[in-house]
């Protein structure tokens, strides 16, 4: 076995794998204690070295990857993502780059990348995309007609909140998060009783209907992604199965042709 494949098989192990994530959580930790300037004061030496450690731990293990899988190492967008997180951990937090001191929280997400069930989540959520543009699409469309129409109709009763077209759009989007609209309906519905039809029309159609399909569509997306999680896992072992039939055959031709040569000619 040679020294890439050893080192992709240790990168591969669970243990390995275990470690990184406990070294990302304690980092996270780490970086959140340093919020805390009581902390900084009798702990600041100690946590910059955690800090220190975590940030080497995560070069060394990046390196090994891109040793272990060379170019395939750039074809897998979760490996940018590593890369793009621990570049931002390795430029000096001073001078004109200081600011970046403050992304270093953003080491926390490399849990997405080193938890499978977390990386299934956001495939799932990327390829539910295009069916969730197309429910944006609808509940824009909703909102701007009811907008558009409680301007017109409410303009004049409550006009901080319906005066003009911007303004209604943001009072129906924050009824439509269910916050603090039925004061808002209770001031409409003071001269105009039955303005209840629209606001109850309005939330049923977004609230109940329109972001309910949201979730639908993730939830059919992470259905889909575990069935073809399960079918690679199929194929792989199918694979596996059909490599070992190979090599059986192989050893049993070899077997029968030596077979063949050693039996005495008549």
């Known amino acids: 076995m040679s020294i890439r494949e050893r080192v992709r098989r240790i990168l591969e192990s669970s243990r390995l794998q275990r470690?990184?994530?406990?070294?990302?959580?304690?980092?996270?930790?780490?970086i959140g204690c340093e919020t805390s300037s009581y902390?900084?004061?009798?702990?600041?030496?100690?946590?910059?070295?955690v800090d220190r450690i975590a940030v080497a731990v995560f070069a060394v293990e990046l390196a090994a990857r891109l040793y272990a899988y060379r170019g395939d190492f750039f074809r897998d967008p979760w490996n940018w993502f590593d890369t793009i997180i621990v570049s931002i951990a390795l430029i000096p937090a001073s001078g004109p780059t200081s600011i970046l001191r403050t992304m270093r929280i953003l080491r926390a997400l490399r849990l997405v990348s080193a938890i499978s069930s977390m990386r299934n989540v956001i495939d799932a959520l990327l390829s539910a995309i295009p069916g969730m543009l197309s429910i944006v699409g609808l509940?824009?469309?909703?909102?701007?007609?009811?907008?558009?129409?409680?301007?017109?109709?409410?303009?004049?009763?409550?006009?901080?909140h319906f005066a003009e077209l911007p303004t209604s759009l943001f009072t129906l989007f924050q009824v439509m998060t269910g916050e603090a609209w039925p004061d808002i309906a209770e001031?409409?519905?003071?001269?105009?009783?039955?303005?209840w039809v629209f606001f109850v029309?309005?939330?049923?159609?977004?609230?109940?209907?329109?972001l309910n399909l949201f979730i639908a569509v993730v939830v059919n997306a992470m259905d889909d992604q575990n069935t073809s999680?399960?079918?690679?896992?199929?194929e792989d072992h199918l694979a596996d199965i059909a490599v070992e039939l190979a090599r059986l055959h192989a050893k049993?031709?070899?077997?029968?042709?030596?077979?063949?040569?050693t039996e005495p000619t008549t």
């Open 39 to 49: 902390l900084v004061e009798h702990l600041g030496g100690l946590l910059h070295i």
């Open 201 to 210: 029309g309005y939330i049923l159609m977004t609230t109940f209907v329109v």
């Open 139 to 160: 509940l824009v469309l909703v909102m701007y007609v009811s907008a558009v129409l409680a301007t017109q109709l409410f303009g004049g009763i409550a006009p901080e």
């Open 187 to 195: 001031k409409v519905m003071a001269q105009q009783p039955w303005a």
């Open 229 to 234: 999680a399960e079918e690679q896992r199929t």
């Open 252 to 261: 049993i031709d070899a077997l029968q042709s030596h077979q063949t040569a």
């Open 19 to 30: 470690t990184v994530v406990a070294v990302i959580v304690i980092n996270a930790i780490t």
